[in-house]
C-alpha cells in the first residue's frame, strides 16, 4: 500500500491515569494516512484505553490528540465523529430486529441527519436502499438485505458491523477486535473485507490475531503495560525480543 507520508492522527504524550493508576503512559503514535496501522499487546497493555481516549470517550490526564494537524484534545465524540473519525462499535449495535438492509438505512439516515425520524413513512427511505446496496456489496452481504439481523452467523453481523461503519463516510476508521470470537473461516473473510475497504481511508485498528496483523498491517505499534514498547512492520516487532518477553514471558 503507498505511503503518501501524511500524518492523519498523532498522540504526543498521551497518559491516563485512574486513582494512580497509570493505563497510558506516555504514548506518542502517528497514524500514517491511507494506511493500515495495528495496535497489538498482551491483555492489559492499555489498547482499549488509547481507542477510548481517541475517541474521547475518555479524557486524557495529560498529553495531546491531533488529527489532520488540529488539536482535538479536549473536542467531544460527537464533534470527532463529525470530523470522520468512526469507531466500529459506535454504530456497530446493530438493530437484531430489523433486516440488514433497513440495519445499513438507518446508519445512512445518521449521516443526513435524520436518524431519529422512525415516524418518517418507510418510502421516504427508498431513496437510501441504492447506497445501502451498494454498501452491502462492499462487505459481500448483497444475498443477505432481506434477512432479519438476529438470523445472521457471527462473522456476517460483524461484516453488517462494517458496512455501517462505512455508512459514516470515515475518513479514520477504529476498529476494536475485528476479529475476535470469530472461527477460521469468517476470521479470514473479515481480514479480506478489511483489506478491502481499507482503499482510500486510514485504518487503526486493535487486533488479537497475530496472523490478522501480519497480513494487513503496514505499521504495527505494541503497547506493554501502558507504554509503546516497540514500532515497525510485523517482521521488524515479530523479531523484537523485548516484544516476545512481552508476550511469551521470555526472549527467544
Not at 74 to 81: C, G, N, T, V
Not at 165 to 183: C, S
Amino acid at each position: 500500500m503507498a505511503v503518501d507520508g501524511e500524518i492523519i492522527l498523532e498522540t504526543r504524550g498521551l497518559t491516563k491515569e485512574f486513582k494512580g493508576f497509570v493505563a497510558v503512559d506516555g504514548v506518542n503514535l502517528k497514524v500514517r494516512r491511507g494506511t493500515i496501522h495495528a495496535l497489538i499487546g498482551p491483555n492489559g497493555a492499555g489498547k482499549t484505553t488509547v481507542f477510548n481516549l481517541l475517541t474521547k470517550f475518555l479524557e486524557p490526564t495529560k498529553g495531546t490528540i491531533l488529527y489532520a494537524g488540529e488539536d482535538i484534545t479536549r473536542e467531544k465524540p460527537a464533534q470527532i465523529a463529525r470530523r470522520g473519525i468512526v469507531r466500529s462499535f459506535q454504530i456497530s449495535a446493530v438493530f437484531p430486529h430489523l433486516t440488514v438492509l433497513e440495519n445499513v438505512r438507518v446508519a445512512l439516515q445518521r449521516r443526513l441527519g435524520t436518524s431519529f425520524h422512525f415516524w418518517r413513512p418507510e418510502r421516504s427511505l427508498e431513496v437510501l436502499n441504492e447506497r445501502a446496496l451498494e454498501l452491502l456489496s462492499a462487505v459481500d452481504l448483497q444475498d443477505y438485505a432481506d434477512n432479519v439481523t438476529v438470523e445472521l452467523p457471527y462473522g456476517r453481523k460483524r461484516a453488517l458491523e462494517i458496512a455501517t461503519t462505512l455508512a459514516l463516510e470515515p475518513d479514520l476508521m477504529l476498529l476494536d477486535e475485528p476479529t475476535q470470537g470469530m472461527g477460521h473461516e469468517d476470521v479470514g473473510r473479515v481480514a479480506e473485507l478489511i483489506k478491502r475497504v481499507s482503499a482510500n481511508r486510514t485504518v487503526l485498528m486493535v487486533e488479537h490475531n497475530l496472523s490478522v496483523v501480519a497480513q494487513l498491517s503496514d505499521t504495527i505499534t505494541v503497547l506493554n503495560r501502558g507504554q509503546v514498547l516497540a514500532e515497525g512492520t510485523y517482521d521488524e516487532v515479530s523479531h523484537n525480543p523485548q516484544v516476545l518477553e512481552a508476550y511469551m514471558g521470555t526472549a527467544q
